[in-house]
């Protein structure tokens, strides 16, 4: 809790502390990654599982649960080859996280 002496942020620092966040993070490949999902998976993956991130050359995925995941692991060379279409911003590796 703040005191009363301490002063709220000002809104220019919070703003770029979110600008910041905002430019690790390509919005776009996100939805390039999204609309591939379903041509790079089966369609049962494609259903249940959800891309949710790039970053760092990492395709994050979420899962309804440990079946999902495993199949998600087990498969991850045929998706990640999958996005080679996405030129240098493909993923390398890939993460799964339960939903």
């Known amino acids: 809790m703040r005191g009363r002496e301490e002063q709220p942020a000002a809104l220019s620092e919070l703003l770029d502390t979110l600008a910041g966040r905002l430019r690790r993070v390509d919005l776009r490949l996100i939805d390039e990654a999204r609309q591939l999902w379903p041509t790079v ?27 999902f995941a495993q ?13 080679s279409s996405l030129g240098k911003r493909a993923p390398t590796s890939l993460k799964t996280v339960m939903k």
Do not use: N, T
């Open 41 to 67: 998976v089966d369609p049962v993956l494609a259903e249940h599982c959800r891309v949710e991130l790039i970053k760092d050359g990492v395709l994050i995925v979420s899962v309804p649960s440990g079946a």
């Open 71 to 83: 199949q998600v692991v087990m498969q991850s060379p045929s998706i990640l080859s999958g996005f």
